[in-house]
Each structure stands twice: as C-alpha cells, then as structure tokens.
C-alpha cells in the first residue's frame, strides 16, 4: 500500500512540475508565438542556481565542486533559481527576439541550449559538470522528520500549490491587456505593432515570464530529486514540454495541464518504471522518444488545436462603452452573428 | 608557427565538411522556405548506412560512402514525400512545420540509435603515415574528404547554373508562386531538392566521421548549430554564400580551439552566430525579403 501510494505521489508531483513547465512554454508560444526550442535548459538553471543556493560551501576533499553554497532557506532558494533563469531568459531574448524570421529565433534557442548544455557539462567548477550536483537539501525535510512516503505525500502538496499559484498567475496574464497584446502579436506582428503595441517589449515580458516559469519548475525538479546532471535536461526533455503543450492545446491553460497529465505524466514517467528489454537497456527510452515525436506530428495532422482547444474570442464580447454592442449589432446585423 | 599551420590545415579540414553539409542545408531551405532541424539526423544516418556497407556488407569505403550517401538521400526524400509534403500542401504555416522538423529530429535520431545502438564506431580506413603537402601535414582521409569537398561544390554549381533542374531550384527559391506560374513543376523540384539535400547531408555526415574518427548517433545533431551558424552567416538559401560561410566558421571553431580550449571550440560558432544576427542578419549574401 504504502510503496503504491509513494508511486502515485511521485507521478503527482512530476505532474505538477510538468504543469509549470507547460505553463511556462504556453506564455512563450501558446499566447505569444515565441518558438523556444530550449525550455528545459531554464529548467536547469533555475534547478542549479537553487541547488547551490541552499546547498552549503563545497567540501575539500569531497570532488564535488561548485559554486557559491550559500546555505540559504529555501524560499530564498526559489526566488534565486526563478531570477537566475528569468534572467537568462532576458539574455537569451536580447539575440533573439530581434525582428527576424522565426526559423532564426528557433535556431538561436536550439544553439543556445546546446552551448549552455555543453558549458555547464565542461566547467566543473561551475556546477560540477557532468556529474552534476547532489545531496541538494529538501524544504523543511530536516524540520518535519517525516518518513520518505509521508514527505512525498507533504512535497506533493507543496508543488501543488505553487502549481496552482502558477495556473492562477497565468490565467490573469491571459486575460490582461498585456496577454491581448502578446495574443495580437502571435497572430499578427506586423499588425500589432501598427496598433502601436510595443511588439519588441511584449514578447520580451512573455519570453522572461516564461522563463521564471520553467525556472521555478526546475527549483521543485531539483528539490523532489535532490540532484540535477545534464543527463536530465537533454533536447529530448525540452520536445516532452512541447509535446504535451502541443497535444493538450496550445494557448490554454487547460490544455496545457491535459497535455501534461497525457504526455508527461502516462506516457514518459509513468514507462520509466518499465523493465530494460535485456541487450538493449535503452531501447524503451528510444521507442519513447520515438511516439512522443509520432504523437506531436499526428496531432497537428489531425488536431492542431490540440486536446482542448483555445477558446477563440469573439468579435464583440468586450463591448467598448456600454450599450455599443446592441447598437453594433442593429447597424450590421450580419457582423454580430458572424464573429466567431 | 607552425602550430599555426597546422591548425590552418584542420581548419581547411572542417571547412570542407561544413561545406558539404551547409550547402545541402541551405539548398533546401531556400526551395521550400523552411529550416529543417531533422538535418542532424540525416547525417547520422549518412554515418551509419557507410558503417553497415563497410562492415557488414565489405564494401570498399568508397563506395561504400557513395551508398550511404544515396541511401540518405532516399530517406530525406520518403520523409518529405510521406510527411513534411502532406502539411506544406495543406498549407500548415511555417511555424508548425518548424514544430514537425523537429519532432522528426527526435524520432530520426532515437531510430538510429535503436538501430545501430548508442556506443562509438569508426571506419576502418587504414590511417597511414601523414602525408606532407607544402606547409600542411594531413592524413590520406582528410585529403580525400577535402578533395570529395571541392568535387562536390563544383557539381553543386554545375547542377545549378547548367541544367533545367538546377535552374528551376533557383527559380523556386527565387519566388515559389511565380515559379509554379511559370510551368515549372514545383512538387517534383521540391522532390528532387529534398533527395538532394539528403545525399549532401549523408555525403557531410560520412565526412565529419572520418574527421572526427569515432562517431554515434547524436554527432552529425551536436554539429548541426554550427551547419546553421555557416548557412545563416552565408545568407539563407544562398548556396554560395553557404560555401563562403562554411570556411570562414570552420576556420574560426579551429583557431578558437587552438587559442581557448578544445572543448569549447563549437562555442565559437555561436559567437558567431550571435554577432551575425546582432550585426548583419541577412547574412553576407542577402536575399531579398529573407531576413
């Protein structure tokens, strides 16, 4: 009983994290059209920046080597890691957002995220490189003195509600004048830049808000592992947010939670448990790669708005004083009937 | 000095590789007008299908470099025929293809690491004692990837100034529309670009084994941004200005591992990438409306 209910929680709190993950892509292209082909790589920086923010100075003797180790609580932890990868986001974002065609911007993450994968792989001063960094200390774990099941159960809650507080903060984006704004720029840039929308400053805030997003993803990711290596963050982890956004519904929310449950919870957590076919130990991670890119192309054939599609709005549902919508609807009663 | 030289010599080495590679990169990108990221999986499988011929099959390399670079041909053609066609005919905008390209990548890539399996491999070329050219000292292997090189960009040109097809790959890059306008039949150019583009990704990946000696499946992928960093420097879709590109970031990934540290060599291809789109993102050959 108790192994079965540690295995749920498991999958529960990776179902969050990939919740936020998938929140965070949905700002960047679900709402703004931003083509980010190196999400987890923020991942990794907000794991790593919280990791040697609350780990202590490094050991002498131990071969273990990093940055920092400022031994910090771990709400300052979090807010560390989900600047540090905002602010990357910002970096990154200073090359790319530049008015170019969006192939460039694609080929500037994709390149981007294998430079920074192939720095923080070498530099093993930085955080100690392909080994990556262990023995990360869990929020609260040395205060509750619960049992390892009771404390996945707590850790579930907690990314539970960080989770939500990311759903809710996203929802409000979506409908604030700034997510109209980022929704005019995904469909027309051009456009809304002659509506005089500031197109360059707006994807730029969707970019990093994205960013802080993945980050604080990343933050629980290193928390609920205790460790991070760039053997988790290879291009394959980034195309699992993609594919869950993509066949949960891009540019919602919703969507982006089915997406998640679908893609990442059943599909890629849920086989890792599955036994090695002996000779080949890693055959069943290729075959999985393999649908999960299958499962996104047959999507955009089939459905390419996804599970739950976005809901469109419509042309008169934010009447501009009072009473124009009727008076709109009796001038072109075609018009009214017609806007969806 | 001649540390200098040397490192020259290497230079000319990659150079030629990323020519191969870039220039079979740009042709497609400029007839169909999207970039795709599926192109480090198509020299991974130029590698492997030389490997198998070689080792199993007893070919001599050469020719077994000739059949794994048509074998790569004939998957790049049934992945557009099958799916990349499908979409672009429906009209799917660039940014979901672009989606598409990459799923590819993944599940190309992960099929041949199922298939061929995820350790190192090499040729069996025999390595032979340096042979000295003026200054440059260079293996039997190098000179003949740099000689298969300067072979293949000249039938590049050759095919694109010389024959109908090649004239109607210039057209459809020029203006797709017009081109189809005109008479030109743009589903089989497309066909025939793609099969292209494959050989020259099979032809670029088979090279870069032999220049780097042991390769697996996600070697041809770790070099794809430095592909990209010389198309864009080039100018997209400009297959010479992909040549131009090819020697000056080969050059510059080697003497940045001569100066720096080898194992951030490729970093310097971003480097150079980035100040290329900071500073001249059309690229030194622009093309009008590309940019």
């Avoid at chain 1, 920046?49 to 131990?62: I, K, N, R, T």
């Avoid at chain 1, 970096?91 to 500037?108: C, E, K, M, P």
């Avoid at chain 1, 599909?267 to 080949?280: D, K, M, Q, S, Y």
Wanted: charged share 10%; with cysteine; glycine share 12%.
């Amino acid at each position: 009983m108790g192994v079965i209910l540690g295995y749920v929680a498991t999958l529960g709190v990776y179902f969050f994290i990939y919740n936020i993950f998938a929140f965070g892509l949905n700002i960047q292209f679900g709402y703004t059209g931003i083509l980010d082909f190196t999400v987890i790589t923020f991942m990794a920086i907000g794991g790593y920046m919280a990791g040697v923010a609350s780990l202590g100075p490094e050991q002498p003797g131990s071969d273990i080597y990093y940055v920092l180790g400022l031994s910090l609580p771990w709400p300052v932890a979090l807010v560390i890691g989900a600047a540090a990868a905002g602010a990357a986001g910002y970096v990154l974002g200073l090359i790319a957002l530049r008015r170019l065609r969006s192939d460039y911007l694609a080929i500037v993450t994709l390149a981007a995220g294998s430079i920074v994968y192939g720095v923080i792989g070498n530099a093993n001063g930085l955080f100690d490189g392909f080994e990556g960094l262990v023995g990360v200390p869990q929020p609260l774990n040395g205060v509750l003195k619960l049992s390892p099941n009771s404390y996945t159960l707590f850790f579930l809650g907690l990314a539970g509600v960080i989770m939500a507080i990311c759903w809710f903060v996203a929802e409000r984006i979506y409908r604030s004048p700034l997510g109209r704004a980022m929704r005019a720029i995904r469909e027309d840039l051009d456009v809304a830049e002659a509506y005089g929308k500031r197109t360059f400053r707006v994807r730029m805030t969707a970019m990093v808000i994205g960013c802080v997003f993945v980050g604080i993803g990343g933050v629980l990711t290193i928390w609920f592992v205790t460790a991070l290596a760039p053997a988790g963050w290879g291009t394959s982890e980034t195309f699992v947010v993609w594919a869950a956004l993509i066949v949960g519904g891009r540019g919602n929310n919703l969507g982006a939670v089915v997406g998640s449950f679908l893609v990442a919870v059943l599909f890629n957590e849920a086989t890792r448990f599955l036994p090695a076919i002996p000779g080949h130990p890693s055959l069943i991670s290729e075959i999985r790669n393999m649908c999960i890119g299958g499962l996104v192309i047959l999507t955009l054939w089939f459905r390419p708005q996804g599970a739950v599609a976005e809901r469109k709005a419509r042309f008169f549902e934010i009447p501009l004083r009072p009473g124009a919508l009727d008076e709109a609807a009796k001038s072109v009663p075609a018009m009214a009937t017609s806007g969806s | 000095m001649s540390l200098f030289l040397l490192t020259l010599g290497f230079g000319i080495v990659t150079s030629a590789v990323l020519a191969l590679a870039a220039v079979g990169l740009s042709l497609q990108f400029g007839v169909t007008n999207y970039v795709n990221f599926a192109y480090g999986a198509f020299l991974a499988f130029g590698m492997f299908f030389t490997y198998t011929a070689q080792s199993a099959l007893h070919m001599p390399i050469v020719l077994a470099g000739v059949f794994g670079t048509l074998a790569t041909g004939v998957v790049a053609l049934v992945v557009d025929t099958l799916i990349l066609e499908p979409f672009v005919r429906r009209g799917t905008s660039g940014f979901f293809l672009l989606i598409v390209t990459f799923g590819l990548s993944l599940i190309l890539l992960n099929l041949v690491q199922a298939i061929w399996g995820v350790g190192f491999d090499q040729y069996n070329v025999a390595a032979g004692s340096p042979i000295t050219l003026g200054p440059f000292s260079f293996t039997a292997a190098q000179i003949g990837v740099v000689a298969v090189a300067v072979l293949t960009m000249v039938a590049v040109h050759l095919l694109l100034t010389r024959t109908t097809l090649g004239r109607a790959m210039r057209a459809m890059s020029d203006n797709a529309p017009l081109a189809r306008a005109t008479g030109i039949d743009t589903r089989s150019v497309t066909r025939w670009t793609w099969f292209i583009s494959g050989c020259l990704a099979g032809l670029g990946g088979i090279t870069l084994a032999l220049n780097t000696v042991e390769f697996q499946a996600f070697t041809g992928n770790t070099f794809l941004f430095v592909i990209f960093a010389a198309v864009i420097l080039g100018g997209i879709g400009q297959i010479y200005g992909a040549m131009i590109g090819a020697v000056i970031i080969g050059l510059v990934v080697n003497f940045a591992g001569m100066v720096i540290s080898s194992a951030y060599d490729l970093d310097a291809a971003f480097a150079v990438l980035v100040l290329v789109l900071l500073l001249r993102p059309q690229g030194i050959i622009p093309t009008l409306g590309k940019a």
